[in-house]
């Protein structure tokens, strides 16, 4: 079963506006930790944002919000004020208790000048 | 953050060959080192765990003899792809997770990408 779902295959952004990426995750398990990777087309996995499973509040890092609904099991990200160096696949990813990473299919997101 | 390198970050060779990639934390002790693969426009497909000092646990499908993996010392793991074909090009990663991590993540290196002719 799919542990990661990641429905958005592309998006497109205007420069300056807020876009958000979905991602729903699928785990039994109380304790795990979601996280969002950006790479971009040098092939890096640059680390964006990670949110517990037991935070009470939303994880933020800058321009980057997570939108953690855990009864609803959905971690979406947010990106306010995109920039052209926004352009990228982002990949949200699921660890839980045995280490294992569980990566989605990945959105493709092209910010337009 | 914790920083993890691979070397080399590109590189080319004939098929039937070997190719060996290595992947270091450099500043954190790695317990776990993780191999993925990833082609073209797809996710990151993990190949196999590796703890320092026991042998590699591989994903289903992915077959041990042709991809040999060492995690020998805290710092250092390496992937050797045996009897490299064109179907073994990819973009491999590694990622490494330390000993007292408390978040889950794991560091992931800058990847290289093979390239088998």
């Known amino acids: 079963a799919q542990k990661i779902t990641q429905t958005q295959p592309g998006m497109f952004v205007q420069e300056k506006e807020a876009v958000t990426l979905d991602c729903t995750y699928d785990t039994s398990d109380p304790s795990y930790g979601l996280f969002w990777y950006k790479q971009p087309s040098s092939g890096e996995m640059i680390f964006l944002i990670y949110?517990?499973?037991?935070?009470?509040q939303n994880a933020t890092e800058g321009r980057y919000s997570l939108n953690f609904q855990k009864a609803r099991k959905s971690a979406n990200l947010v990106i306010s004020a995109s920039q052209l160096g926004d352009s990228a696949m982002y990949f949200c990813a699921m660890s839980q208790t045995g280490n294992q990473f569980y990566f989605g299919t990945g959105t493709s997101l092209t910010v337009i000048p | 953050g914790a920083v993890v390198s691979q070397h080399p970050s590109r590189v080319i060779c004939k098929s039937g060959t070997s190719v060996k990639i290595e992947c270091r934390s450099l500043?954190?002790?790695?317990?776990?080192m993780f191999w993925y693969r990833q082609f073209p426009k797809q996710s990151l497909m993990l190949m196999a765990t590796?703890?320092?000092?026991?042998?590699?646990?591989?994903e289903q499908g992915v077959e041990k003899d042709k991809f040999l993996i060492n995690h020998a010392s805290l710092t250092l793991s390496t992937l050797t792809v045996t009897s490299a074909h064109p179907e073994d090009s990819s973009f491999y990663i590694c990622?490494?997770?330390?000993?007292?991590?408390?978040?889950?993540?794991?560091?992931f290196g800058p990847g290289t990408r093979l390239t088998v002719t």
């Open positions: 500043d954190f002790q790695a317990t776990t």
């Open positions: 949110q517990g499973s037991y935070d009470q």
């Open positions: 990622s490494a997770r330390g000993l007292a991590e408390l978040t889950y993540e794991q560091y």
């Open positions: 590796s703890n320092e000092g026991s042998k590699a646990t591989y």
